[in-house]
């Protein structure tokens, strides 16, 4: 079954640029998609189809996908960035897939 | 304001049956493929099921096969995730979600509801 990776954890300075990464097979074949999730709350679409940005949603995130992984970059990041971040994207063996989850850090 | 909300969630004894329901208000479901999605303690999220805009085509994580049916009303705009044989496993926060698009491939969720916990415990 398709599988989507993602590391546990990234941390970064305020004010810095935060990359978080998702790999999967040919995952830039596909469309990703990614959720912010703050504690006690319900996931929020940030990125979706690979780059596009949801009304609402501040210009310094921005999404990239091609080859194997996908990026969600947030520039310029500020406290209430700290969060949980998803990637997900479909696949035709499993459907929807999400992956693990990375819990960024704004120190 | 578009919004989801689901209920039916509750304790209930291993291998017991239950009904989630979702409602929206602000929107109409009918035209969006809905998904489920659940969240274990502590955990990631998990796509549990989808459904087409016509309630023709669905699919479900492997774990959840044979045990879990998500249907929906496009009359009452609603969705619904009837769970049965349930196991500890099935322990979790369950989420409605839109996805906007009518291709499954190009589905992400721009509108998740507030969530109904599931707990399964004897």
């Known amino acids: 079954s398709y599988g989507l990776t993602q590391p546990p954890s990234v941390s970064v300075s305020q004010g810095q640029t935060a990359s978080i990464a998702c790999s999967g097979d040919?995952?830039?074949?596909?469309?990703a998609f990614w959720y912010q999730q703050k504690p006690g709350q319900s996931p929020v679409l940030v990125i979706y189809e690979d780059a596009k940005r949801p009304s609402g949603i501040p210009a310094r995130f921005y999404g990239s996908n091609s080859g194997n992984t996908a990026t969600l970059t947030i520039s310029a990041t500020q406290a209430m960035d700290e969060a949980v971040y998803y990637c997900q994207a479909w696949d035709t063996s499993t459907a929807v897939v999400f992956g693990g989850g990375t819990r960024l850090t704004v120190l | 304001e578009m919004q989801l909300v689901e209920s039916g969630g509750g304790l209930v004894q291993p291998g017991g049956s239950l009904r989630l329901s979702c409602g929206a208000s602000?929107?109409?479901?009918?035209?969006?493929?809905m998904s489920w999605v659940r969240q274990a303690p502590g955990k990631g999220l998990e796509w549990v099921a989808n459904i087409d805009d016509d309630g023709s085509e669905k699919h479900y994580v492997d774990s959840v096969k044979g045990r879990f049916t998500v249907s929906r009303d496009n009359a009452k705009n609603s969705l619904y995730l009837q769970m049965k044989n349930l196991k500890a496993a099935d322990t979790a926060v369950y989420y409605c979600?839109?996805?906007?698009?009518?291709?499954?491939?190009?589905?992400?969720?721009?509108?998740w509801g507030q969530g109904t916990m599931v707990t399964v415990s004897s």
């Open positions: 602000g929107l109409v479901l009918s035209g969006s493929w």
């Open positions: 979600a839109r996805c906007p698009s009518n291709n499954p491939q190009a589905c992400g969720f721009d509108i």
């Open positions: 040919k995952l830039g074949d596909k469309y």
